[in-house]
Each structure stands twice: as structure tokens, then as C-alpha cells.
């Protein structure tokens, strides 16, 4: 009995992930970006996110979190430091390491987009119930804790 279910979760694990991610990026992100004058893709906000939960970091620890070839982190990295979001800072065990720190500007221009996303959620579920919402809150409150478990 235990493997049939073990079975069907990893099979939910597998699909739901990617749903849940071509979801928010088509219902809301996007259309949020569209109505930015900052002309950068989500996936910049993603490694802004990354850094502003984290802290400094190396390009490939942050390429590692989103799971993104070191080639592309590269040019991403160049347009943040151009816009002034990122900067590039040495390491100071090694003088031959850079790692990246997110700028007051970057902060503030992240806590916008934010407010944009959290705006465009709201909309977005609108249709839904309060039952449903509360309900979807407090799935999603259970898979955060159970995956949490299993890191």
C-alpha cells in the first residue's frame, strides 16, 4: 500500500510543480512585467529574489537555486549590474571570487514588481470563493511544510 501511494505522490511532485510555475508566469508575471518600464525578464527577478533572501552570493550558487546554466547567468548577471539592481562585490577569503549583492535600488525596484505580482494574484482569484481561497491557502501551507520536511 505504501508504494502505491510513495508512486502516485512523486508522480504529483513531477506534474504540479511545472503547472503551478507556466501558471504564474502566464497569469501573472508577465502581464506585471508588461506594465514595468524596467525592461528585464522574470527570471532576473528570480535571482533578485534570491539574493534578497539570501544574501551575497557566487553566480553559481544562485544558478544552482534556479537551475540555470552558468552561460546564461552570465548575461543575466551583466544586465542587472547595467541597470544598477546588482553589484559585483570581491570576496574577501578570495580576491580572485566575485559574489553579487542586491542594491538599495534593486530592493526597491523588487519590492514593486512584488506589489505588482501580489495585485495581479488577487485579480487573478477574484472568481474563487472564500471557502476556496481558504482551502487553497491552506494546501499550499501544508505542501510548503511537507516539502520542507523532505529538503
Known amino acids: 500500500m505504501r508504494g502505491e501511494i510513495s508512486e502516485k505522490v ?3 511532485l513531477l506534474s504540479i510543480p511545472s503547472l503551478i510555475f507556466r501558471l504564474v508566469r502566464r497569469k501573472v508575471v508577465k502581464p506585471t512585467l508588461a ?3 524596467v525592461e528585464i525578464k522574470s527570471l532576473h527577478f ?4 534570491v539574493l534578497k533572501d539570501e544574501g551575497t552570493l557566487h553566480p553559481a550558487k544562485i ?4 537551475l540555470v546554466a552558468k552561460a546564461q547567468m552570465t548575461h543575466l ?13 570581491m570576496c574577501a577569503d578570495d580576491r580572485r571570487t566575485i559574489n553579487l549583492t542586491l542594491t538599495d535600488e534593486g530592493r526597491k525596484t523588487l519590492d514593486e514588481q512584488d506589489s505588482l505580482v501580489v495585485g495581479a494574484v488577487e485579480d487573478n482569484m477574484a472568481s474563487l470563493s472564500e471557502e476556496e481561497l481558504e482551502n487553497l491557502s491552506k494546501s499550499l501551507r501544508n505542501l510548503r511544510d511537507t516539502l520542507q520536511k523532505i529538503q
Open 35 to 37: 506594465d514595468t518600464n
Open 63 to 66: 544558478g544552482e537555486k534556479l
Open 10 to 12: 512523486a508522480l504529483d
Open 77 to 89: 548577471i551583466d544586465k542587472l549590474v547595467d541597470l544598477g539592481f546588482v553589484k559585483r562585490e
Open 46 to 49: 528570480e535571482i533578485m529574489h
